[in-house]
């Protein structure tokens, strides 16, 4: 298994543009999350989904979309991309009940 | 919502001593109480969890222990290593199966002096 897995990993995107993080996962989990962590910070979560077609807002959603077609993708776009959104990113997966996985993170930079 | 408290933000001993984290939660539904490990470079891994069912978890030389009356959590990490050394996370969720929606503490850089 390769686990959970996001590309890029690294991206620099101008002040406006907008980009979509990857995430997919082959353990067969329903739930998935978004998070970023910020320099000297915790992660916050930014989306979750308990299955396909099912999401829902975490404590930092607004400049983010996401979608949950399949049970193994769990994308995340940015529409308009802003100094503010600078950070490291994070997806993860996890069976009800039972630990999150995270993937390997993607690290963004908007100038 | 919940709010999480970690500290201390650094934290350095000497290989073979003990090492403790604590971390306070503000909202006393909260029933599930993981920790991460986080390697430079790397997404955050489990170390060890502990439900509101259970005062104290215990896996090898790691251990975590749960007060609910008084809100708060610690690691404890015992005949520390150099391979010890990363970033701590607690964190607590309320979710309806534990783990959905996980608050997050700030943070403890782990550093074991040779």
């Known amino acids: 298994n390769a686990g959970v897995t996001q590309t890029p990993k690294f991206r620099i995107l101008k002040i406006g543009q907008s980009m979509t993080l990857q995430c997919a996962q082959d353990?067969?989990?329903?739930?998935m999350y978004w998070y970023r962590q910020d320099p000297g910070m915790g992660l916050k979560l930014i989306y979750y989904s308990v299955g396909a077609g099912i999401t829902d807002k975490g404590e930092v959603p607004n400049g983010y979309n996401v979608s949950r077609s399949t049970t193994e993708d769990f994308p995340l776009r940015l529409e308009l991309a802003a100094p503010s959104q600078t950070s490291v990113y994070f997806c993860a997966s996890s069976r009800p009940g039972y630990e999150q996985y995270f993937g390997p993170g993607t690290r963004l930079t908007v100038t | 919502g919940e709010n999480v408290e970690q500290h201390p933000s650094t934290l350095s001993v000497q290989e073979g001593d003990s090492a403790v984290i604590k971390c306070t939660y503000s909202?006393?539904?909260?029933?599930?109480f993981p920790w991460y490990k986080q390697e430079l470079g790397k997404g955050p891994q489990l170390i060890i969890d502990?439900?509101?069912?259970?005062g104290e978890k215990k896996d090898q030389r790691i251990a975590v222990t749960l007060n609910k009356t008084a809100k708060h959590f610690s690691l404890h990490i015992t005949e520390t290593q150099p391979e010890d050394s990363a970033v701590y996370f607690c964190a607590a969720s309320n979710g309806n199966f534990g783990n959905e929606k996980l608050t997050f503490g700030t943070g403890t850089r782990l550093t074991i002096i040779p």
């Open positions: 353990m067969n989990h329903n739930y």
């Open positions: 502990i439900r509101s069912n259970v």
């Open positions: 909202d006393s539904a909260s029933n599930y």
